[in-house]
């Protein structure tokens, strides 16, 4: 177990570790966090997960996981696509499905649908040892469509559904953008960015 100094972080506000193994997640988390001021450590814990239709139930159950295995301040993530001519599939059960599926699942599945508006919604959940009970979550989404075929640029590993979701007043796909496009309309920056936010102000116990 890593250890929280007296259960005081000093760098509280300025510093945060991220319980992640993607790394498309976390070079997403540090290019925005940074920017405004926060380093930011990938640590390659898993929290439990439980089952939900509560992106933000999974979120808070997984940070409280994580945190009691490391001892440190820290954030999870959890994100899901909700496709209106699916009846919101496959929401919470996004990572599940882009394994067993993929981009090709989809698209089978929304061959001849008319409505092709979706959104994908992202929950950053904090905990520390004050809000361990409680973690503190954010919340952010983004609107788009899905697109009839994948669309990535050339070269570039393509991370998710990114490449078959187009944001809302774009031309491109996610997985077309650069990392500071994608920035600029993701679910996950949106989070990521009222979280800090929060953290920033001194508002963090």
């Known amino acids: 177990m890593l250890k929280n100094a007296n259960n005081d972080f000093p760098l509280r506000g300025k510093m945060v570790f ?13 290019c925005i966090l940074g920017n405004l001021g926060i380093g930011i450590g990938m640590l390659k814990l898993k929290g439990d997960e439980i089952q939900s239709e509560s992106l933000q139930e999974i979120a808070e159950k997984s940070v409280q996981s994580a945190y009691k295995k490391c001892g440190l301040p820290i ?4 994100a899901g696509l909700f496709i209106d001519a699916l009846e919101g599939f496959p929401g919470p059960y996004a990572a599940y499905t882009y394994k067993t599926i993929h981009n090709s699942g989809i698209l ?15 929950i950053i959940s904090y905990c520390d040892n004050q809000t361990l009970l409680d973690p503190i979550s954010f ?15 050339q070269g570039k590993i393509a991370f998710g559904f ?3 979701f187009q944001p809302n007043n774009s031309s491109k796909t996610f997985a077309e953008m650069t ?9 996950r920056a949106e989070a990521l960015n009222k979280f800090a936010q929060w953290y920033k102000s001194g508002l963090a116990p």
């Open 108 to 122: 089978k599945l929304m061959e001849n649908k008319t409505n092709r508006n979706a959104v994908f919604q992202s």
């Open 75 to 78: 954030i999870v993530e959890d």
């Open 162 to 164: 990114d490449p078959i």
């Open 179 to 187: 990392l500071q496009e994608k920035n600029s309309y993701s679910h």
């Open 18 to 30: 991220f319980a992640t193994a993607n790394i498309h997640k976390f070079n997403e988390a540090r």
């Open 139 to 153: 919340a952010g989404q983004s609107r788009g469509i899905i697109t009839t075929q994948e669309r990535q640029e």
